[in-house]
């Protein structure tokens, strides 16, 4: 996929969800504008010049973006991505390539309907799972 200008407001560029506060409009807006993952510090980097400065600004946007269930953490790269559903889901799941690190969210209706089914089986109250599979991507496994 090919990486859209920073800022741009080209055609085709997602529009920001509604109900977010300012900083987290230019926290997605940043994320949207890549493909790859970014890390708090690189979101901020990229915020400087437009006048965010404050990491704990960006850290709160994060937060409240992830709550409204419109980013996910990468754990593994202590990265964010934008989610590419519909609404909150609990059960989260990336394919994460361990050569060039790109990461796409896995559509999760299989994986959830397997998840849930053997959580519901233990009698555990499930609060999120998020997986992280590991490998290469199809661009990668290409040679
Ligand atoms: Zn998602
Ligand atoms: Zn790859």
């Known amino acids: 996929m090919a990486r859209d200008e920073v800022g741009a407001s080209a055609s085709g560029e997602r529009e920001a969800p509604a109900g977010l506060s300012k900083n987290e409009i230019l926290v997605w807006r940043t994320l949207a504008a890549g493909d790859d993952p970014l890390k708090a510090y ?22 409240g973006l992830e709550a409204k269930g419109h980013i996910h953490k990468i754990d593994g790269m202590n990265a964010f991505v934008l989610c590419n559903h519909e609404g909150p889901h609990v059960v ?28 519901r089986a233990a009698n555990f109250d499930m609060s999120n799972a998020r997986l992280e599979i590991k490998g290469d991507c199809r661009n990668c496994a290409v040679s």
């Open 92 to 119: 989260q799941s990336f394919l994460v390539c361990e050569k060039c690190s790109t990461v796409e969210e896995l559509d999760v209706l299989a994986v959830e309907a397997g998840i849930m089914a053997a959580v």
């Open 42 to 63: 690189e979101i901020l980097d990229q915020l400087k010049d437009q006048g965010v400065r404050a990491p704990m600004t960006v850290y709160r946007a994060l937060d």
